[in-house]
């Protein structure tokens, strides 16, 4: 009988699950507390409440006197004198869903000007990238729309608690990713579906389904 996947589509968010930046994200921060004299949050806070829009959490924090557009100056600065790379376990994930006919897309807080620079490597087996997101709900729905997908047959994957409800709220498939932290019950409070540790293991759900649906 011939694979048939249940994702249709899957739909990944950057940082943290495709991106290896969260810890080098964390360096940031603090240095933008330390550059404004406040005590750095501590990592797993920062896993877990620093979400899109970001702000907030810098005012909930303690860094209260400087300007919302000081925060990202001095953030950006301090990000770009580090250099992450991607996990390398996205492209043969990437590359095998892709040979099964899955659309692929990208959506992401990070704005466009900012993506990382991988050469083609990775980007370029996405079918949609979109940047700037800090609400990934609309995004993620106009990503249906465009390749004709019902909700039911799109996977989202995070790494966060905000990408867990944003799934959920336009209604595909939630698939939560722990790259190693202690998040797992945190994302599956927030609507995860599922919960993998690393991303070669969405390929074994894939598989797992795939058995249900030719049983």
Request: glycine share 8%; net charge negative; with cysteine.
């Amino acid at each position: 009988m011939p694979f048939r996947m249940s994702a249709k589509g899957v739909i990944f968010d950057l940082d943290g699950t495709l991106y290896n930046s969260m810890l080098a994200s964390h360096e940031a921060v603090c240095e933008v507390f330390t550059k404004f004299k406040v005590p750095c949050p501590e990592l797993n806070d920062f896993l877990q409440n620093c979400v899109p829009p970001f702000f907030p959490y810098y005012r909930s924090r303690g860094l209260v006197k400087p300007t919302k557009e000081e925060i990202q100056v001095a953030y950006v600065q301090a990000e770009s004198e580090r250099s992450p790379t991607f996990f390398e376990d996205v492209v043969p994930v990437l590359r095998t869903l892709k040979e099964e006919g899955c659309a692929l897309g990208l959506v992401s807080a990070r704005p466009l000007d900012r993506f990382p620079v991988d050469n083609g490597s990775v980007l370029s087996y996405f079918d949609r990238i979109e940047g700037g997101h800090t609400h990934k709900a609309a995004a993620i729905l106009k990503f249906c729309r465009k390749f004709g997908l019902r909700k039911d047959c799109v996977w989202f994957v995070g790494d966060g608690t905000k990408d867990m409800k944003d799934g959920l709220e336009a209604g595909v498939i939630s698939v939560g990713i722990t790259r190693g932290s202690d998040l797992k019950e945190c994302l599956v409070q927030s609507g995860a579906r599922h919960c993998i540790e690393h991303l070669d293991e969405l390929l074994t759900i894939v598989l797992a389904e795939k058995e249900l649906m030719v049983s």
